[in-house]
Every structure is written in structure tokens, then in C-alpha cells.
């Protein structure tokens, strides 16, 4: 039996469009473990807010019952929202800031949503970080507080 050349060039290429295609369809969308636009950007203000040392921003993006946790750090710091926003102040004499690197994604499930993001640490003053900075992963557990997103615990763990 001898076979066409194109005919078996189209049963090739079938083979391997369904292939590719059962494996896109099996794939975990990406879309759903990446943040929402609105999640992002109350993050990305909550990072700003200490970038800029204001303690009172600070506050507007949280929960009043809102705690910070930094595992790893001499003492394990846990502080609450007023604790926060007056380290917050602070930072401005070590010339801090932090800085997302890469994207942040949504971990857990609907019920129990949590976004994790890779942080960098710097500061130009002592007790600084040095030129080469920390890293470290925070975990945003966000809630909806009557209407508006806020961020209600901070888990950060790193290098530092």
C-alpha cells in the first residue's frame, strides 16, 4: 500500500493539533490564579503606602482587626494595624522601600482567598539591607469589609 505524501502530512498535523489542543484544555488557565485588576491595585497601594512612609494610607487599606507577621525576624514581629502604621513612619529615617517582584497570585480557593507576592527590601541607611537588598514572600489575606476591599493580615517571611 503506498500512501500519499500530502494525505499523510494532514493525518500528521490532525494528530498533532488534538493533541496540543486536549493539552490546552487540560492546562490549569493562568487567569485563574493570577490576581484581579482590583486586588493588584489595592496591594500595590498598600505597598506604596509604606514606601511613602504614611501611616495614615496605611490605614485606610486595612481592617481594624488587621495583623502584620513577620516570621523570621529576631523577635517574630507581629503587630496590629496602629503598631503597623507607626513603623510605618519610621522607615523614612533608613530611607526604606519595598518593591513586587513579578506577579502576584491567588493561592487557597474562593471561600478562603490568599495572594502571595515576592517582595524586595531596601534601605540607603543603617540598619540597612545593603545595596543587594532582602528578599522575602508576603501572604495578603484580603476580605471584604462592608463593601471594600481590605487587607486584613500580613504574613511576610524573608531574608532579612
Given at each position: 500500500m503506498v500512501r500519499e505524501p500530502a494525505v499523510f502530512l494532514r493525518l500528521v498535523t490532525?494528530?498533532?493539533?488534538?493533541?496540543?489542543?486536549?493539552?490546552a484544555c487540560s492546562a490549569k488557565p493562568e487567569a485563574e490564579t493570577a490576581a484581579t485588576e482590583e486586588i493588584q491595585a489595592l496591594i500595590?497601594?498598600?505597598?506604596?503606602a509604606f514606601n511613602s512612609y504614611?501611616?495614615?494610607a496605611f490605614l485606610e487599606l486595612v481592617t481594624d482587626n488587621y495583623v502584620l507577621d513577620m516570621v523570621g525576624i529576631t523577635g517574630?514581629?507581629?503587630?496590629?494595624?496602629?503598631?503597623?502604621?507607626?513603623m510605618i513612619e519610621s522607615l523614612e529615617e533608613h530611607e526604606w522601600n519595598v518593591a513586587l517582584v513579578g506577579e502576584t497570585m491567588m493561592t487557597g480557593n474562593d471561600s478562603w482567598p490568599r495572594y502571595v507576592s515576592e517582595v524586595e527590601?531596601?534601605?540607603?541607611?543603617?540598619?540597612?539591607?545593603g545595596p543587594e537588598g532582602a528578599d522575602g514572600i508576603?501572604?495578603?489575606?484580603?476580605?471584604?469589609?462592608?463593601?471594600?476591599?481590605?487587607?486584613?493580615?500580613?504574613?511576610?517571611v524573608g531574608n532579612n
Open positions: 490532525t494528530v498533532v493539533l488534538v493533541m496540543v489542543l486536549c493539552a500595590d497601594d498598600y505597598l506604596a504614611d501611616g495614615d517574630n514581629v507581629a503587630q496590629d494595624a496602629d503598631e503597623t502604621a507607626q527590601h531596601f534601605t540607603a541607611a543603617p540598619p540597612g539591607y508576603s501572604t495578603f489575606t484580603i476580605v471584604d469589609d462592608e463593601g471594600t476591599l481590605r487587607i486584613a493580615r500580613h504574613d511576610y
